[in-house]
């Protein structure tokens, strides 16, 4: 089946295995399957619904698109371009943000999450952050949007505004309800530190997370130093229930290495964690070394960067145009 697929990354720095195990991985296997289209984002407007250091921002946007290209994302395959360069998705979320009540907003959790206790000082940017994501998702007639579980909310959201959207003008299917593409087992990749918190950039300890840039020796350290308990592995998945460290690093080798959890208890059950843990950094560092050792490669080819993220954003604002264009003549611009 066809599949015209988008997806986004914030680039805020610290790219880590959540961020490949939950998008970018999955990301790579649809641009390697020839019936998609498929179009990776650097989402740079929803960065900035933070406050970034202006050079590092610069530099993060082109990292993460080295991170894309290290990751094995094909340009000549796939668009790769940042939110900032195609003005429709700014208009497109004004527009979206107009039909959105502020009754659904008031329910994302994630913006509870990150505005904190002090939400009154939290950007409105950082309010209506879902929304531009509708817009980025909208813009392109998206049949599919992979990401990380943490996502589902906003995409439930894109979903409703695009059905809003075409019953109050009266313009059926005129916006695509997309699907979302969450894998079932892997799609949570949580802390190392605390099975309970997800894995995140904003994590003030640098061993809560594998970062995309991390050397072998730190890869390797890092899985040492990784919490888990004092029983066995348990050889059966409902034994896990209330293990979520011990989930956790199983669940990062199953995904990494393209493994069903069930193979994997099967392998380790009985065993000790000092086991799983040499092998998960062995498969972790033969597996992420190469992508950070490419990212390094690639971050110092400035021009390469700049030239796939223009050519990118010229074929995503002819799509987008075209889009934002129809859009307005529906609302009666
Ligand atoms: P962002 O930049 O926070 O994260 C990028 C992708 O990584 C996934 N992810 C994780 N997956 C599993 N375990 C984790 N610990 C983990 N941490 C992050 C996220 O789910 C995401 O898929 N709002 C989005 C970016 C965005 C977007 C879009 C995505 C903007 N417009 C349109 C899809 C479509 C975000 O902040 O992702």
Request: glycine fraction near 6%; charged fraction near 30%.
């Amino acid at each position: 089946m066809f599949k015209k697929i988008f997806s986004g990354v914030q680039p805020t720095g610290n790219l880590h295995l959540g961020n490949y195990l939950g998008a970018i991985k999955n990301f790579v296997d649809l641009n390697n399957d020839s019936k998609n289209d498929c179009i990776f984002c650097v989402v740079d407007l929803h960065a900035i619904t933070v406050k970034q250091d202006k050079d590092q921002l610069t530099n993060n946007i082109r990292e993460t698109a080295a991170t894309f290209i290290a990751s094995g994302i094909d340009p000549s395959k796939s668009i790769i371009f940042s939110q900032s360069k195609v003005h429709a998705h700014a208009e497109g979320s004004w527009i979206l943000s107009c039909m959105a009540p502020m009754g659904w907003l008031n329910r994302m959790t994630q913006f509870k999450e990150k505005a904190g206790k002090d939400k009154e000082r939290a950007s409105v940017g950082l309010y209506i952050y879902p929304i531009l994501m509708a817009s980025d998702i909208l813009l392109y007639d998206t049949t599919h949007v992979p990401v990380g579980e943490d996502q589902k909310q906003h995409l439930e959201l894109t979903r409703d505004i695009a059905q809003k959207f075409n019953k109050d003008f009266d313009c059926e299917d005129f916006l695509r309800v997309p699907e979302p593409l969450i894998k079932k087992d892997f799609s949570r990749i949580m802390s190392l530190k605390d099975g309970l918190k997800k894995m995140s950039k904003s994590d003030p300890s640098d061993l809560s997370r594998i970062n995309l840039t991390d050397t072998k020796d730190e890869i390797i350290n890092k899985i040492k130093k990784a919490k888990t308990d004092s029983l066995p592995i348990p050889n059966e998945y409902q034994k896990l229930k209330d293990r979520s460290e011990a989930k956790n690093l199983l669940g990062i080798y199953s995904s990494i290495s393209d493994q069903t959890l069930d193979k994997t208890l099967e392998e380790f059950g009985g065993k000790n964690f000092s086991d799983l843990k040499s092998q998960l950094a062995e498969v972790l560092s033969s597996k992420i070394f190469p992508i950070s050792d490419e990212i390094k490669k690639l971050i110092k080819d400035q021009n390469y960067l700049d030239k796939v993220l223009a050519e990118g954003a010229n074929k995503a604002e002819e799509m987008a145009g075209k889009k934002i264009k129809e859009m307005k003549k529906i609302i009666g611009f």
